[in-house]
């Protein structure tokens, strides 16, 4: 049995295994794991997601888990590639382009609090709905910016690369993120530029040019008034 003082504020679903030691005052979040044989000390914080590992020690009013106290610090928000496109015509409703899995279950229902997107919106492409779910404020404004030919391009990128894209569409822009592992504008210098990678900009690029060109053949539509 772990031994945790009686002034410790341990957070409801923190795990703390067997042989750890909470001193007065310490604090464990609802999602750390205390592993077997370690030491919280009087006034330490164990904070956020951390897992401390076995027989570890963490000294008086230490902190674990949260951002370094260096000022330079600058956490990582976004890794990928991300840019916003200019409307001819301001939206006046919002439309959100994301991937399926993100925002449904195992059993493919969707998630609690989805809603904050607006409501689904069911689109004519079958596979484009495999992979994305789209939400809005209105169906129709939603149905005059995702047009067959963009959503089989964003299919198509898609297929070739995995990458799980997220498009907003609001007020006078449009904002699309592509969230991926590995630095873009740094190079491999140990191996060079293979034709892969050519590959992989020339699709990204098509997509953002085919987003705009799509914007600019709707004039109709998308004549500023």
């Not at 409703?93 to 493919?108: I, Q, R, T, Y």
């Not at 391009?153 to 898609?158: D, E, G, L």
């Not at 293979?194 to 040019?209: A, G, P, W």
Request: aromatic share 12%; charged share 25%.
């Amino acid at each position: 049995m772990p031994s945790i003082h009686k002034t410790a504020i341990i957070e409801d679903g923190a795990t703390i295994k067997k042989g750890a030691k909470i001193d007065a005052y310490a604090f464990v979040s609802s999602k750390a794991v205390v592993e077997e044989g370690v030491h919280v000390m009087q006034g330490a914080s164990v904070c956020n997601k951390t897992k401390v590992g076995q027989n570890t020690r963490i000294f008086p009013y230490a902190m674990v888990g949260t951002m370094p106290q260096d000022l330079k610090y600058q956490p990582i928000i976004f890794k990928g590639l991300f840019f916003i496109a200019e409307f001819n015509k301001n939206l006046n409703e919002s439309s959100f382009v994301v991937p399926e899995k993100s925002h449904s279950n195992m059993l493919g229902k969707e998630k609690s609090k989805v809603n904050r997107f607006g409501e689904l919106i069911k689109l004519e492409n079958p596979e484009f709905e495999k992979i994305f779910s789209v939400y809005g404020t209105s169906e129709q404004e939603a149905r005059y910016i995702l047009t067959p030919m963009m959503m089989e391009a964003m299919v198509a990128v898609y297929k070739k690369f995995g990458f799980a894209m997220r498009f907003s569409f609001i007020g006078s822009k449009v904002y699309c993120a592509i969230p991926m592992k590995k630095d873009m504008f740094e190079p491999n210098i140990k191996r060079g530029v293979k034709c892969s990678d050519i590959e992989e900009f020339y699709m990204i690029l098509n997509l953002i040019e085919t987003i705009i060109t799509e914007m600019n053949l709707n004039t109709r539509i998308w004549t500023k008034i």
